[in-house]
């Protein structure tokens, strides 16, 4: 049963003393909305920097070859290191924990790609099978390069969605032929990046790797090996890195510790690297968040004891009517309860609300988009509301249970 009286009597309290109880109420709300708003820009950063791995397997690693900067058993620094097809053998079938793996050379000398009288400047990229895995292309039309292709050395393409609305002006492209730097390919398949937001990976072509390199005089070199390491942990990556390298600097006869010889960015590390860093944010952001709603409980706990104060006769004849100390108890506590939650409620649902629109009216950039508070951190907030209202209320109900009816009457 809902005890009417009681509830009037608390909300008679509050309307006795409107800008105290404003001011406490606006304390825990502005706690609770700047936690919410803390934690949603914070995911929002979150967000921004997981779109930049979205163009490529987290779980990648990606290796290119530069120039030697240490003297090495007799050999002077600043020799080229050429990477060729026989790397791309060697890490497959060496290297323990390798899942997809595939080579890639760009063609700069002429980029240029047309169908009939329409033409424009794209990237063409060379690469094999797995490529399509490790960049994550999604395929929209027909299919990506298969082993066949790249065996029989055929004249294949598979364009992306920019490419094809360049060229083809509502055209189905799916076995046309365009000119890729002036020789004549067929149109296997159409791909999106899955980061639709990256101009760059969207105005690219792919041609079969054995294909380009023979027929653009590509000979046997490799501008770039990428690889993913399936389910390996921080640790066994940098094994599988080590590993290469090693085998790198044996084959190319360079130092091991030479860092500019090969190159090897690995998605792992960074990714895990990132993960951390935002999981101390979090805490970071909930410190400072719980601070603030921590002065806004002592607020309300400081108005709850002024409010037993001015009612100290009034408890004292309740206790000389037979009141328990619980029920003076659960009096004050529902009291400070209800203020806490209801402005802790309203601030919740300012922060959501201002998330909302922060997420929908700004435009996502490549560092900070889609802030929001997830239902976990609403639900986590309530808990913690109500909790806090408790222990707000706490203190002041103890002493109020502890006055004694006589010293009560005689209280001035």
């Given at each position: 049963m809902i005890d009417l009286d009681k509830w009037q009597e608390i909300f008679?309290?509050?309307?006795?003393?409107?800008?105290?109880?404003?001011?406490?109420?606006?304390?825990?709300?502005?706690?609770?909305?700047?936690?919410?708003?803390l934690l949603g820009s914070g995911k929002g950063l979150e967000n921004g920097v997981k779109n930049q791995f979205n163009s490529s397997a987290t779980n990648s690693l990606w290796m290119w070859s530069g120039q030697t900067t240490l003297a090495y058993k007799g050999m002077k620094p600043g020799r080229n290191i050429q990477m060729e097809n026989s790397d791309y053998d060697m890490i497959r079938n060496t290297v323990q924990g390798v899942e997809y793996i595939s080579p890639r050379n760009y063609i700069w000398q002429n980029n240029t790609i047309s169908y009939k009288r329409e033409f424009g400047n794209f990237d063409i990229r060379t690469v094999m099978p797995d490529y399509g895995i490790i960049e994550k292309v999604q395929m929209l039309k027909g299919r990506f390069i298969n082993n066949y292709d790249i065996e029989k050395v055929r004249k294949v393409v598979v364009i992306?969605?920019?490419?094809?609305?360049?060229?083809?002006?509502?055209?189905?492209?799916?076995?046309?032929?365009?000119?890729?730097?002036?020789?004549p390919f067929q149109v296997i398949g159409v791909f999106t990046d899955q980061d639709n937001n990256n101009n760059e990976n969207n105005r690219v072509v792919y041609l079969?790797?054995?294909?380009?390199?023979?027929?653009?005089?590509?000979?046997?070199?490799?501008?770039?090996?990428?690889?993913?390491?399936?389910?390996?942990?921080?640790?066994?990556?940098?094994?599988?890195?080590?590993?290469?390298?090693?085998?790198?600097?044996?084959?190319?006869?360079?130092?091991?510790?030479?860092?500019r010889a090969v190159q090897i960015w690995n998605n792992v590390e960074q990714y895990e690297k990132f993960m951390k860093l935002f999981q101390g944010i979090r805490l970071f952001i909930w410190i400072i968040g719980i601070g603030t709603i921590i002065a806004g409980i002592v607020g309300v706990s400081n108005i709850m004891m002024i409010v037993v104060k001015d009612r100290t006769k009034e408890i004292g004849i309740r206790k000389a009517l037979?009141?328990?100390?619980?029920?003076?108890?659960?009096?004050?506590?529902?009291?400070?309860?209800?203020?806490?939650?209801?402005?802790?409620?309203?601030?919740?649902?300012?922060?959501?609300?201002?998330l909302e629109l922060v997420s929908k009216?700004?435009?996502?950039?490549?560092?900070?988009?889609?802030?929001?508070?997830?239902?976990?951190?609403?639900?986590?907030?309530t808990i913690l509301l109500v909790f806090a209202g408790a222990v707000a209320g706490f203190v002041p109900a103890r002493k109020a249970a502890a006055v004694k009816p006589v010293e009560a009457l005689r209280d001035e």
């Open positions: 008679s309290t509050i309307e006795k003393n409107k800008l105290r109880t404003f001011l406490t109420g606006f304390s825990v709300a502005w706690g609770i909305f700047m936690l919410i708003i992306s969605i920019v490419v094809k609305e360049a060229l083809f002006k509502g055209e189905e492209p799916i076995d046309k032929y365009i000119t890729v730097s002036g020789v079969p790797i054995s294909t380009a390199q023979r027929v653009f005089n590509g000979g046997n070199d490799v501008q770039l090996i990428s690889l993913t390491t399936g389910k390996a942990t921080v640790e066994e990556s940098k094994m599988m890195e080590n590993k290469i390298l090693g085998m790198m600097s044996l084959k190319y006869k360079f130092d091991p510790k030479d860092t037979g009141a328990t100390p619980w029920s003076v108890i659960s009096l004050v506590m529902q009291e400070s309860i209800l203020i806490t939650g209801f402005a802790g409620y309203i601030g919740l649902l300012l922060g959501i609300g201002l009216y700004l435009p996502p950039s490549d560092f900070f988009r889609n802030p929001e508070a997830d239902f976990t951190i609403a639900v986590s907030a």
